[in-house]
């Protein structure tokens, strides 16, 4: 449906150039929910608006549907008016002087098509009642909550029954509980229309709730493309998975096939690093188990429970080990008393990368 | 089919609606080019019997004569003397408004704005009859006290002609210093004040330091504003003798005696841009300047208001005594003058002379065809300015062309330069270029023209602060949806625009109403408008007609003004463009 290749643009400002994508390769299926997910600042809006037409990459082809639309060799740019997108703006932008049915009906009497006065009629009407949004068709747009924007811009981008939908973190402007509600109904409702949509935000929840497929992306560069779990449980490098949820980072050296002498102890995980290579290992909290007595499984190590935050519906315990690094371990249930613990980590949750992302790591930390 | 479908794929983005916003951009744009590069080429250009050469004799003749030396000091002095007199007036009006407890504050704020639209030859008349050397009111008064003659005041020099202009330009002053005022953050001051500085202290250390990058960019502005004057330095100064350098201009194409020097004339005004351009530079750097301070916090603040107490009645003094000084004395002695077969001290003797003779005895005809082609001018300027600078616009704040640049310098050169220079150049290429083929001299078209193009500035700078301020995913999502650019034009910004294209239009409309300078070089019996009809009245000496005629202007102007004020209010535009 969406086929970009090796798509790269630079933008010229006064302080230099900016490479804001640096060849994006990216194919989205018809009728999935594709997330494309990164830091702000690593391209995704301008990955977007190329799309639509709004900004004209330097090199690559973009094509929508079989039909290309932007080629630099073949010197094809097909302005936006004839992509026959639709497209969620991060600012909703509603046409603030239109009441609520203008909004969605301008693009069906101004553009090219050529509907007349009833199907207009039928087709607002339609789009407002799948936004929920029926009898405010006289409202003026000033008079609209941040919801019901967010709405109306959904109804306009769905009136015109688009190849493909295009949102630019529709959420972002929300507040967090209406955020959380907005999300399910988002999935059901394209589901139900069967509409192609790239989606684009920073938050990696919204990117699991939503998304068949998603696209990591930092500093212009796809970084993985896969399932929400592949990504979250797979990550390819440092970057992803960090980004996806916290992460507990280990400094090692693996001394054998299989074995790696960290900071806290010997830890048995499979690693295609060979024998010699330093090298940094992620564990994700919820990955530890923890316990009051030693289970005698591999992996497992002696600390102390050194503070404990209960976070409703899971608890996070700080733990000390013996060469005073500290765990962070995710639980569910009832809380475990602070002192001495016993935590394990199951071979198969640890995922080991090269030590060059160290520089990065350190960066962080 | 598919072949045509190719090409206009191919080709799209290059013959796209754009062509048509960069087109109707790029009329203004070659019709500066042409004003300015002939006023250039006029001034090497020697009409020597048949044939004609290029030489440098013009700037060889215009800098060996020390008339030129004269009148550039006269134009420095009452310049300088312009800002002085403006800032004075202006920013104590505006601190008073804006910072301190004063109420209503919407009286000084009125008229403040509404003094604006007063054309200064009015005020430039009224104090002719109040202080010329030989018939004015104040004079007769003071020579009329026995050994008192020595104490006669000439208002026909360049300090006493700043003066004038300074009293009508500290509304500019007042205007471009007043958000100066209100966006500063009252914590440097309650900083100052916790610290132990006393009111004056404060004053003097913290708000004015703060608020001098604005001040400073108003002052460089009205500077520039005083070297381009032609008004009052022609109302009073010109029957005397003294010139500043638009006036200088305007006798070597309108010479009392002998036959037009064009040539000089280029070279003059040759001398007259360079000089604007440095300014301007300077006023950039001001500008840039002035948004250093810019304190940005998150939260809103109302700037903290000073409480006069005690000091209120001087406060409003202050406040009285300019507009009478401004306005209301010099326009109370028009009409007192208006009414009167000759100049005379209000008495009651005097008042048995009063009648409307005066306005009996104007050339009504001429006035009617003045008041005719003023009509139309004012009606179709300021829609052939919007025009273009919505076009100009466009191009500068959306399109992000790299050469959008190139349109923003050429959208300011009107601005820049004096408009006297596109008068005079104008005056050329429609006498000695396009008489051939385009007879336009002397219709109305020119001056529509001319018109058209130095309110080119003003327009575009004030729809570009509009456009900015309307979020542009308005727009994309209207290119999204499909919906093609010059829909989008009429269906989306439009509409958004629409305050900011009626103020401005108003605006123009009224600078247009009440505009002398180009009128004095380009009128002609034909295309005469109403203050070049008062103008040619006063030229031949009959001041006390001239008044009347000028009355008149007022009395049709007035409608407009409040037309103006019910629908601006606020000096939003003009605050804008400043
Ligand atoms: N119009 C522009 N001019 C200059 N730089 C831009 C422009 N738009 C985006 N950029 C730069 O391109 C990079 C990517 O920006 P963007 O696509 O907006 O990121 P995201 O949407 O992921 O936050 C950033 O470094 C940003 O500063
Ligand atoms: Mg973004």
Not at chain 2, 248 to 254: A, D, K, R
Request: glycine share 6%.
């Amino acid at each position: 449906m969406i086929a970009i290749r090796n798509v790269t643009m630079k933008f010229h400002t006064k302080q230099g150039t900016v490479q804001a994508l640096q060849g994006i390769d990216l194919q989205v299926e018809r009728g999935e929910i594709f997330v494309l997910l990164g830091r702000s600042g690593s391209g995704k809006t301008t990955l977007l608006r190329c799309l639509a037409g709004l900004e004209k990459p330097d090199t690559g082809q973009i094509s929508l549907a079989g039909k290309v639309v932007f080629s630099d060799c073949e010197r094809i740019f097909v302005p936006p008016q004839e992509r026959e997108l639709g497209m969620v703006f991060q600012s909703y932008a509603i046409w603030p002087h239109l009441t609520v049915f203008e909004n969605v009906a301008l693009p069906l009497t101004q553009a090219k098509r050529k509907l007349s006065k009833q199907v207009v009629q039928d087709r607002v009407r339609e789009a407002l009642q799948l936004v929920q949004l029926e009898g405010l068709e006289k409202r003026p747009a000033p008079l609209l909550s941040g919801g019901q924007q967010q709405r109306v811009a959904l109804a306009r981008a769905l009136a015109i029954k688009p190849q493909a939908l295009l949102m630019d973190e529709p959420l972002s402007n929300l507040d967090a509980r209406l955020r959380e509600d907005v999300r399910s109904e988002l999935r059901e409702l394209v589901k139900k229309i069967g509409v192609t949509v790239l989606y684009v935000t920073h938050d990696q929840v919204e990117a699991m709730a939503l998304a068949d497929r998603t696209a990591m992306m930092d500093h212009g560069v796809i970084l993985q493309v896969g399932h929400p779990q592949e990504l979250y449980h797979q990550p390819v490098n440092v970057t992803v998975a960090e980004f996806f949820g916290s992460v507990n980072w280990l400094e090692g050296r693996i001394t054998e096939a299989g074995v790696i002498k960290t900071e806290i102890g010997t830890l048995h995980a499979d690693s295609a690093s060979s024998v010699g290579s330093q090298v940094v290992i992620a564990i994700r909290p919820e990955d530890i188990q923890l316990s009051a007595s030693p289970s005698g499984n591999a992996n497992e190590f002696e600390g102390e429970i050194v503070s404990t935050t209960f976070l409703g519906d899971y608890s996070l315990y700080q733990v000390q080990t013996r060469t005073s690094k500290r765990i962070l371990k995710k639980a569910m249930g009832s809380p475990i008393a602070p002192g001495k613990a016993y935590f394990q980590i199951s071979k198969d949750r640890i995922r080991v990368f090269y030590n060059r992302e160290l520089s990065s790591l350190s960066r962080k930390a | 089919m598919r072949r045509a479908v190719l090409r206009r794929l191919v080709i799209g983005p290059l013959l796209d609606r754009r062509t048509v916003l960069v087109g109707i951009s790029l009329i203004p744009v070659a019709a500066l080019t042409v004003l300015v590069s002939v006023i250039v080429w006029i001034s090497f250009r020697q009409l020597a019997g048949a044939a004609a050469g290029y030489s440098l004799d013009a700037y060889r003749e215009l800098y060996l004569d020390p008339f030129t030396y004269k009148a550039l000091l006269n134009t420095a002095v009452f310049s300088l003397i312009t800002v002085a007199v403006a800032l004075l007036f202006g920013i104590p009006a505006a601190w008073l408004v804006e910072r301190t407890d004063l109420r209503p504050k919407e009286i000084p704020q009125t008229l403040m704005v509404l003094g604006l639209l007063i054309p200064s030859f009015l005020t430039g008349m009224g104090w002719v009859f109040l202080l010329n050397p030989r018939i004015g009111i104040i004079n007769t008064l003071i020579t009329g006290i026995p050994g008192m003659e020595w104490a006669r005041i000439n208002v026909a020099t360049a300090p006493g002609m700043g003066i004038i202009q300074g009293l009508g330009l500290a509304n500019v002053a007042f205007i471009m210093v007043s958000p100066t005022f209100r966006a500063m953050n009252p914590v440097f001051e309650e900083a100052a004040e916790v610290h132990g500085l006393r009111f004056f202290q404060t004053l003097h250390k913290v708000t004015l330091p703060l608020a001098y990058p604005g001040v400073l960019a108003a002052a460089i502005y009205i500077f520039m504003i005083g070297v381009a004057a032609f008004d009052i330095p022609a109302v009073i100064g010109l029957s005397n003798r003294v010139f500043t350098f638009s006036t200088f201009l305007y006798i070597q194409v309108q010479p009392l005696d002998g036959l037009p020097r064009h040539d000089l004339a280029g070279a003059s005004a040759v001398l007259m841009i360079c000089i604007s351009l440095l300014f301007l530079c300077w006023y950039y750097r001001a500008l840039k300047s002035s948004h250093r301070y810019a304190v940005v916090t998150g939260q809103s603040y109302r700037p903290r208001q000073v409480e006069l107490g005690r000091w209120k009645p001087w406060a409003w003094a202050f406040l009285g005594g300019y507009f009478l000084l401004g306005q209301l004395l010099p326009l109370s002695m028009l009409v007192w003058n208006a009414l009167l077969p000759y100049p005379q001290v209000p008495s009651l003797s005097a008042l048995g002379h009063v009648s409307l003779n005066n306005f009996r005895a104007l050339p009504i005809h001429q006035l009617l065809i003045g008041a005719q082609n003023t009509f139309i001018l004012a009606v179709s300027v300021p829609t052939l300015t919007l025009l273009f600078s919505l076009g100009l616009s466009w191009v500068v704040v959306r399109s992000g062309f790299r050469s959008r640049f190139f349109f923003d310098v050429f959208s300011f050169l009107p601005h820049a330069v004096p408009h006297i220079i596109f008068a005079v150049s104008a005056a050329y290429v429609s006498i000695f270029l396009l008489s051939g083929f385009l007879p336009i001299y002397g219709t109305i078209y020119l001056l529509m023209a001319v018109y058209t193009l130095v309110w080119l500035s003003f327009a575009t700078r004030n729809l570009n602060s509009a456009l900015i301020q309307i979020h542009k995913e308005l727009e994309e999502a209207a290119a999204v949806s499909g919906i093609p650019l010059l829909r989008i034009l009429r269906k989306i910004l439009l509409p958004l625009l629409g305050p900011a294209l009626l103020n401005t239009w108003l605006w123009v409309a009224l600078l247009t109403y009440r505009e002398l300078t180009v009128a004095s070089i380009l009128a002609t019996t034909r295309n005469i408008t109403l203050p070049a009809a008062m103008w040619g009245i006063w030229l031949s000496g009959l001041y006390p007609k001239a008044a009347a005629a000028a009355l008149l202007v007022v009395a049709v102007m007035v409608p407009l003004v409040f037309l103006y004020w019910y629908v601006g209010r606020r000096a939003t535009a003009m605050e804008r463009t400043l």
